[in-house]
C-alpha cells in the first residue's frame, strides 16, 4: 500500500473544485441562453480513482510508465425535469446549490492544509 500524500491530494480536489467553479459559473452564465443544457463535472471520487500512479522511466532497463494521468471529465448533466419551452435547462437554484457545495469543498480543503502544516511544524520544532 502506498502512503497517502496529503497535500498532493489537497491539490488535485483544488483543481477540480477549480474546473467545477468554472463549468458551474458557464451554467448560470447561460442560464438564458435558448438550448443550453447545464454541464457538470465528474465526482472527485471518480477523478481519482481514473488517475493511476504509474512508474515512470529513468532507465532504458527499467519498466516504462506514463507518470500521472488526471482527467476531469465534463459532461452535460442528467436533467431530472424537463426543459423550457426555450429548450434551456439550465435551473439557477441547483447551480447556486452547487457554488456553495464548491465554496464549502474549498474551505474544508484548506482547514485540513492547515491543520496538517501546523501539525508538521509543531513535529520539527520538537525534533
Known amino acids: ?12 480536489q483544488a483543481r477540480w473544485l477549480s474546473v467545477r467553479q468554472a463549468v458551474l459559473a458557464g451554467n448560470v452564465a447561460n442560464a438564458n441562453t435558448a438550448g443550453y443544457k447545464p454541464m ?4 472527485f471520487a471518480t477523478v ?7 512508474m515512470t522511466s529513468t532507465n532504458s532497463r527499467h519498466i516504462g510508465g506514463n507518470g500521472f ?8 448533466r442528467e436533467l431530472e425535469v424537463p426543459a423550457r419551452p426555450s429548450g434551456n435547462a439550465v435551473r439557477l437554484e441547483e447551480e447556486l446549490v452547487k ?19 501546523r501539525m508538521i511544524l509543531m513535529a520539527a520544532k520538537t525534533s
Open 40 to 43: 457538470d463535472v465528474d465526482p
Open 99 to 117: 457554488a456553495g457545495e464548491v465554496r464549502r469543498g474549498y474551505e474544508l480543503n484548506t482547514a485540513i492544509v492547515k491543520a496538517f502544516h
Open 48 to 54: 481519482l480513482a481514473k488517475t493511476a500512479a504509474t
Open 69 to 76: 494521468r488526471s482527467d476531469v471529465g465534463v459532461s452535460e
Open 1 to 12: 500500500m502506498e502512503p497517502v500524500q496529503l497535500f498532493d491530494l489537497a491539490s488535485r
